[in-house]
């Protein structure tokens, strides 16, 4: 099972609620903007592939606390 995350930055609120539910994934940068970890910026926004469920749920987790609804997990 390999999944996508999908991260749009540009639009952050530094709220930080993404890396209080998954520090292992997510981490405020130096603007105070979410970063995730290990991912690579394409076109308008980042991506991270994943392959375990773990990371999968995490991401999840992130992604439905974002209160501005910047974090997807997709079918890659």
Not at 4 to 27: L, Q, T
Not at 40 to 68: R, Y
């Amino acid at each position: 099972m390999v999944k996508k995350v999908v991260h749009f930055k540009k639009d952050c609120i530094s709220c930080g609620a993404c890396e209080a539910i998954s520090p292992e994934y997510w981490k405020l940068d130096e603007e105070g903007l979410a970063q995730l970890l290990k991912s690579k910026e394409v076109d308008d926004h980042w991506e991270l592939t994943i392959d375990s469920e773990e990371a999968a749920e995490k991401n999840q987790e992130a992604a439905d606390v974002c209160p501005v609804n910047i974090i997807h997990v997709k079918e890659d």
